[in-house]
């Protein structure tokens, strides 16, 4: 019966350290479940007067700001890229940092073409058309999440 108490705390107790070693050395930035990809207004001259906003919440859960860090919105579907106003693969924000126990939003806009179509747009976003990397300084990933959250921000007219 000791053996077995004794066996217990042990493990307990390891639990416990690999808990406080994985939160104090492990990496603190998460890429939250807020981050969605909106429509909007705006966009190109040339386009269709619609945008989306692709939006990663990045959450620091340290009591240190966190390591430097590139925001990568990498467009996945090709149907996507064909309807952007200047399709790029990747749009990069600038090299920016969380403060300490906070939430940081980082955004990037793109114009959209063609025929405006709300459920073409959804469908594409919730079936996986946007990733949002995190890169060190050095351009290497730390994080990576698929975004299939799609918001409308407003509701223009004809959608």
């Given at each position: 019966m000791k053996?077995?108490?004794?066996?217990?705390?042990?493990?307990?107790?390891?639990?416990?350290i690999g808990s406080y070693l994985y939160y104090t050395l492990g990496d603190p930035?998460?890429?939250t479940e807020e981050s969605e990809v909106q429509l909007a207004p705006g966009g190109e001259e040339d386009g269709n007067g619609l945008a989306l906003s692709l939006d990663a919440y990045i959450e620091n859960n340290?009591?240190?700001?966190?390591q430097p860090y590139y925001a990568e919105f990498v467009i996945e579907?090709?149907?996507l890229m064909s309807i952007i106003s200047n399709p790029q693969r990747k749009y990069r924000t600038e090299l920016l940092e969380v403060p300490p126990h906070s939430t940081m939003p980082n955004s990037v806009t793109v114009g959209l073409k063609g025929e405006r179509d709300k459920n073409l747009y959804e469908n594409l976003i919730n079936n996986g058309a946007v990733k949002v990397n995190l890169l060190d300084e050095n351009?290497?990933?730390?994080?990576?999440?698929v975004i299939n959250d799609f918001e409308i921000d407003m509701r223009p007219e004809d959608i």
């Open positions: 053996a077995k108490i004794i066996t217990f705390w042990a493990i307990v107790v390891l639990i416990g930035l998460e890429i340290s009591s240190d700001p966190s579907s090709e149907k351009e290497k990933v730390i994080k990576s999440k």
